[in-house]
T-cell receptor
Framework: QVRPVQSGAEVKKPGASVKISCETSANTFTNYAVHWVRQAPGQRLEWMGWMNTGNGDTRSSQNFTDRVTITRDTSASTVYMELSSLRSEDTAVYYC?????????????WGPGTLITVSS | EIVMTQSPDTLSVSPGERATLSCRASQSVSSNLAWYQQKPGQAPRLLIYSASIRATGSPARFSGSGSGTEFTLTISSLQSEDFAVYFCQQYNDWPLTFGQGTRLEIK
């Protein structure tokens, strides 16, 4: 496995959307599942959702209702996570993590994180 | 959802001593439990999975035990690089959930 590479930090206004990218291994993209986890200041790690990169199936946490969308670009070996209707409480570091297992799993390799700041 | 509770919140231990960290699940997670280490400004790193199996690159001084609802991470002889925050995570059911973390600090 190759450690994921994530897009850079962003500042967003309340109500906007943000789309974060996570690039994994080019040669074995469909061999690894990708999960998204966030860490808000002073809060525990919070799982947001995951993608089966083999077939594109996704599952998101109910805590985010319809605000999270996970997509992929197989040709770019990249998974994207879009979070909409941003509010100040969404200020956090967002991590993607890859794992060899599809489904409920430990998270083998984590990206460096992407800081998203929501502020007016 | 399954709630993971770690204890203590902060543990002060001297280098060379043993550290024992606990994690409790609100319902059984079988052995589907992982431990992570996180240092300031870094992403979490997988240490232990399936409750007791060391991940690739994890030093032998780290060991995990337990099943069902009670789990323990033991660091046999603390090195300076071990002072960090440790999280447990269950993957027995959706959504995946994490403990609040235990901060291991130098005494």
């Amino acid at each position: 496995q190759v450690r994921p590479v994530q897009s850079g930090a962003e500042v967003k206004k309340p109500g906007a959307s943000v789309k974060i990218s996570c690039e994994t291994s080019a040669n074995t993209f469909t061999n690894y599942a990708v999960h998204w986890v966030r860490q808000a200041p002073g809060q525990r790690l919070e799982w947001m959702g995951w993608m089966n990169t083999g077939n594109g199936d996704t599952r998101s946490s109910q805590n985010f209702t319809d605000r999270v969308t996970i997509t992929r670009d197989t040709s770019a070996s990249t998974v994207y996570m879009e979070l909409s209707s941003l509010r100040s409480e969404d200020t956090a570091v967002y991590y993607c993590a890859s794992t060899v297992f599809f489904g409920q799993s430990r998270l083998d390799l984590w990206g460096p994180g992407t800081l998203i700041t929501v502020s007016s | 959802e399954i709630v993971m509770t770690q204890s203590p919140d902060t543990l002060s231990v001297s280098p060379g001593e043993r550290a024992t960290l606990s994690c409790r699940a609100s319902q059984s997670v079988s052995s589907n439990l992982a431990w992570y280490q996180q240092k300031p400004g870094q992403a979490p790193r997988l240490l232990i999975y399936s409750a007791s199996i060391r991940a690739t690159g994890s030093p032998a001084r780290f060991s995990g035990s337990g099943s069902g609802t009670e789990f323990t991470l033991t660091i046999s002889s603390l090195q300076s690089e071990d002072f960090a925050v440790y999280f447990c995570q269950q993957y027995n059911d959706w959504p995946l959930t994490f403990g609040q973390g235990t901060r291991l600090e130098i005494k």
